[in-house]
């Protein structure tokens, strides 16, 4: 670390490959005019990693800066025995309001609010509304741009934007202006849903309610990019065949990367321990067309990645809500056709390539054609099986209630590689018997 | 499709898997006061397929409802033969706007931006701003709610929120209550680029200048979250090892995706050959030692598992922005390490397999110490290969100017696969020679 002050972008560009103790001298030396907003910008983990090293009266400071919706996600990234300590440094308001928070689950809409909205109620003039709002523009409220109004059980029955008051009548009443049908959703609707919501609706604020329809909080856009982010990144790391990690790849110690990856191959391995077993039931026609052995990789291979493009489509469609669980017959006819087709377009470059390599090399004996025509069958079958068995996996697990981005292409390569060796030697016997076999 | 009038709701349910001519039905069945919202939630794609099946006027009557970005990419998206028609239906000075936003590329903060954002002069009073925002608060402005102080040459020199103004005494000047540190991009940034910048630095609104400094637009964290969704989809989509889909699955039509998902099947099957040349050297050993044969495909699918694992983390975390190439070597260590743990887990599962098989069912001769000891080495070593290369495999990529996610899990196995089996048959020949071989 240099001596010379450093600028905030400066520890931008080395941030991800710092140490926490690299990390907090680096903060330490941004100028207070900027690290505020840096402080803000960071995900809740590296607040926690800031926060935890920082001397007592700094941690105050800097930990009440953030919004109550984030200091909820701190308290609950923060190791167990340090979250009381961490709670202790708030005002007790806001320790109310934080505690509230924090019985939601983290991935949960409540958890996800901010309970600090602009309130209105609906008889009050625009005119108050506007001189309201002003009052308020310099308290902690999330935003003054939307503001909601509640009867007196604080139940939601309309919306007003401040664009919208600003050019209404100062006369007249919140009730002649608001919007009626708004957008709300509960407070344990989950965050993917919830960001679906918001992105279908093209809102910058959504209400949450709770179960009496009192609204609690709102949930504004900025939160929902990380919501967007977090999970493309889980939904990656499960198709890539491994539990998500929890932190970014640099943080996450070595130790847990490997519990998180070895999991899953583990179980994938174990899944393919069955091929040794289907293998050693063919045996003695590898023994006697050793010919046959020479092309199995690349059958099984076929299967696997044309299987894995299959579930990855599927997957994708499913999670952004392009297709739901009726959809299924539809994928089928779909997918066995494309199944078809690229296992053609493969089956023809598998023969070319026998038969070319016969004619160079003369390498497969007198039988080659029987060879290419043993490599096609398969690869038509193997392909179309892979592709079919691909995009209907993710129903299938969804259906037992598992995430279906836990059909990862592994997975889906796994499941094919069995089936696909079968096929292959049922393909060799069929178009070999009599004459290698 | 029933006579009944639709609600939104309905049609949201059903939208995915309608044809255009029934979505067309459906939208027009739509009440008008819903029709709004509901037709600016739709995606460019969707906007286009809508648009062109309507009769003219109404055509006009939707496509002006759209803000200048909007309609500049759904212009992008129509076919070229429509583009023309469409820009005609707009009047003149949207029309302008919508040409100068149609220069940038679709994927850049150019293509991005809305040109309608409030400007404010640095010699205004703070009550005159807010006068000349209220009289804007009806136009069709992007927000009011922040503000731009440009000077005689279009220079961006500060940025008011509307909430400071609205705290701040009357009578100051603009000069006086900006904040002169702005965050800008250049208006040929890549869009992905700009979502990192509005997420690290916490922003609503960021202002678009061109290469004069001159201030062209803004990007709101809105238009962010479909960039953010959009390039999740690409990179799980490349790293399932097939080019991205330009439309959602369901719209995409048979014969474009067999295209996008071919030209990867078939690279993947032309490296994999390989194998079938790599398999035809070691012919002789495997005639000599079938059960050879038995665990290739065991070998073979953990080398491609853990280096998919491997590549699937390192792209990702590239994407975000966790790690630069400078980090290479880092990874390097971490991956070697993990890699070797990881070979060691699988090659104790896979010693036990092939001893207690013996046990169980004499399965593997007299030598089944040695095969077990063949198996537990390769594995080793083709885990540990498998997950380096896999983590290099981004980097090699990237330094050769291509998109890091083409380096898919697929990929990264095609490459393993080859070197796989000659780790394997040479660990064979060391630990079987005399014996077996």
Same mark, same amino acid.
């Given at each position: 670390m240099t001596e010379a002050p450093l600028t905030v972008d400066d520890v931008r560009g080395i941030w991800p490959i710092l140490s926490t103790n690299e990390r907090v001298e680096a903060f330490?030396? &941004?100028?207070? $005019?900027?690290? %505020? @907003?840096?402080?803000?910008g960071l995900s809740a983990h590296e607040q926690v990693e800031i926060l935890l090293s920082l001397p007592r009266g700094e941690?105050? !400071?800097?930990?009440?800066?953030?919004?109550? =919706? =984030?200091?909820?996600d701190v308290v609950q990234h923060a190791p167990d025995d340090e979250r009381e300590g961490l709670l202790e440094l708030l005002d007790p308001p806001t320790r109310?309001?934080? @505690?509230?928070? !924090? $019985?939601y689950a983290e991935d949960a809409a409540g958890g996800?609010?901010?309970?600090r909205f602009a309130r209105l109620r609906p008889e009050m003039s625009v005119g108050e509304a506007i001189r309201y709002l002003q009052r308020q523009a310099q308290e902690k409220l999330e935003t003054i741009y939307y503001a909601y109004v509640l009867d007196r059980e604080q139940r939601l029955c309309g919306v007003v934007s401040f664009r919208d008051l600003f050019s209404a009548q100062p006369g007249k009443s919140i009730a002649e202006v608001m919007r009626t049908e708004v957008v709300s959703v509960p407070d344990t609707m989950e965050d993917e849903e919830v960001a679906r919501v918001i992105a279908r609706h093209n809102l910058d604020a959504l209400p949450v309610v709770d179960e009496d329809g009192r609204m609690?909080?709102?949930v504004t856009i900025d939160d929902i990019v990380h919501v967007v982010q977090e999970a493309a990144t889980e939904d990656i790391q499960k198709l890539g065949g491994m539990e998500a990690l929890e932190t970014p790849y640099m943080q996450t110690r070595l130790v847990d990367m490997i519990k998180k990856r070895a999991g899953w191959l583990s179980a994938?391995? *174990?899944?393919?321990?069955l091929t040794a077993s289907a293998m050693a039931h063919y045996e003695d026609r590898i023994a006697r067309a050793v010919v046959l052995a020479l092309f199995l990789p690349l059958i099984m291979s076929s299967g696997g990645n044309s299987g894995g493009q299959a579930t990855t489509l599927i997957i994708r469609a499913? $999670? *952004? %809500?392009? +297709? @739901?669980? %009726? =959809?299924?017959?539809? +994928?089928?006819?779909?997918? *066995?056709t494309a199944g078809l087709a690229l296992g053609i377009i493969l089956a023809t470059i598998g023969a070319v390539r026998v038969v070319a390599w016969q004619g160079l090399f003369h390498s497969y004996g007198e039988h080659y054609l029987l060879?290419?025509? @043993? &490599?096609?069958t398969s690869l038509v079958g193997v392909v179309t099986w892979g592709t079919l068995a691909g995009s209907m996996l993710p129903f299938v697990i969804r259906r037992f209630g598992f995430d279906p981005a836990s059909a990862s292409a592994p997975f889906v390569a796994t499941l094919v590689d069995v089936t696909g060796l079968i096929i292959y030697f049922n393909a060799a016997e069929l178009v070999l018997g009599g004459s290698l076999l």
């Amino acid at each position: 670390m240099t001596e010379a002050p450093l600028t905030v972008d400066d520890v931008r560009g080395i941030w991800p490959i710092l140490s926490t103790n690299e990390r907090v001298e680096a903060f330490q030396q &941004v100028e207070r $005019a900027e690290s %505020g @907003t840096f402080f803000l910008g960071l995900s809740a983990h590296e607040q926690v990693e800031i926060l935890l090293s920082l001397p007592r009266g700094e941690r105050r !400071l800097w930990f009440r800066l953030l919004p109550p =919706d =984030d200091t909820a996600d701190v308290v609950q990234h923060a190791p167990d025995d340090e979250r009381e300590g961490l709670l202790e440094l708030l005002d007790p308001p806001t320790r109310r309001e934080v @505690t509230a928070l !924090l $019985a939601y689950a983290e991935d949960a809409a409540g958890g996800l609010m901010s309970p600090r909205f602009a309130r209105l109620r609906p008889e009050m003039s625009v005119g108050e509304a506007i001189r309201y709002l002003q009052r308020q523009a310099q308290e902690k409220l999330e935003t003054i741009y939307y503001a909601y109004v509640l009867d007196r059980e604080q139940r939601l029955c309309g919306v007003v934007s401040f664009r919208d008051l600003f050019s209404a009548q100062p006369g007249k009443s919140i009730a002649e202006v608001m919007r009626t049908e708004v957008v709300s959703v509960p407070d344990t609707m989950e965050d993917e849903e919830v960001a679906r919501v918001i992105a279908r609706h093209n809102l910058d604020a959504l209400p949450v309610v709770d179960e009496d329809g009192r609204m609690k909080g709102i949930v504004t856009i900025d939160d929902i990019v990380h919501v967007v982010q977090e999970a493309a990144t889980e939904d990656i790391q499960k198709l890539g065949g491994m539990e998500a990690l929890e932190t970014p790849y640099m943080q996450t110690r070595l130790v847990d990367m490997i519990k998180k990856r070895a999991g899953w191959l583990s179980a994938l391995f *174990l899944g393919e321990l069955l091929t040794a077993s289907a293998m050693a039931h063919y045996e003695d026609r590898i023994a006697r067309a050793v010919v046959l052995a020479l092309f199995l990789p690349l059958i099984m291979s076929s299967g696997g990645n044309s299987g894995g493009q299959a579930t990855t489509l599927i997957i994708r469609a499913m $999670a *952004l %809500g392009e +297709i @739901t669980m %009726g =959809d299924w017959w539809r +994928i089928v006819r779909r997918e *066995l056709t494309a199944g078809l087709a690229l296992g053609i377009i493969l089956a023809t470059i598998g023969a070319v390539r026998v038969v070319a390599w016969q004619g160079l090399f003369h390498s497969y004996g007198e039988h080659y054609l029987l060879v290419a025509a @043993t &490599v096609a069958t398969s690869l038509v079958g193997v392909v179309t099986w892979g592709t079919l068995a691909g995009s209907m996996l993710p129903f299938v697990i969804r259906r037992f209630g598992f995430d279906p981005a836990s059909a990862s292409a592994p997975f889906v390569a796994t499941l094919v590689d069995v089936t696909g060796l079968i096929i292959y030697f049922n393909a060799a016997e069929l178009v070999l018997g009599g004459s290698l076999l």
